[in-house]
Nanobody, 122 residues
């Protein structure tokens, strides 16, 4: 089992920045980890993910603005979000799983955090 706890959400003006943090505990070896988001009335979508080797992938909507990273122990996941836009507003979830073929596919991930709200106002 893996437990995930996110923090760092909040409200920010368009163009601003936020950093999300996700701390993983439990059996954390060989994990793929990612950030997903869900806006009201929309499906949950993949934002960024990192595989067990450290390779990253991003959705087109955030590429160049968001950066996913981990600490050296790979137990803490970060999402640095710059140049935020109102359409980035959503609940952001940290997720983890193993043997993932499609890194931004929601259904591939077994473990989820509780979510943290990000609101970007214009």
């Amino acid at each position: 089992q893996v437990q995930l706890v996110e923090s760092g959400g909040g409200s920010v003006q368009a163009g601003g920045s936020l950093r999300l943090t996700c701390v993983a505990s439990g059996y954390t070896t060989q994990l793929f980890m990612g950030w997903f988001r869900q806006a009201p009335g929309k499906e949950r979508e993949g934002v960024a993910a990192v595989d067990m080797y450290g390779s990253t992938t991003y959705s087109d909507s955030v590429k160049g603005r968001f950066t996913i990273s981990q600490d050296d122990a790979r137990n803490t996941l970060y999402l640095q979000m710059n140049n935020l836009k109102p359409e980035d507003s959503a609940v952001y979830y940290c997720a983890a799983g193993r043997f993932i073929a499609t890194m931004l596919e929601t259904l591939e991930y077994n473990f989820w955090g509780q979510g943290t709200q990000v609101t970007v106002f214009s």
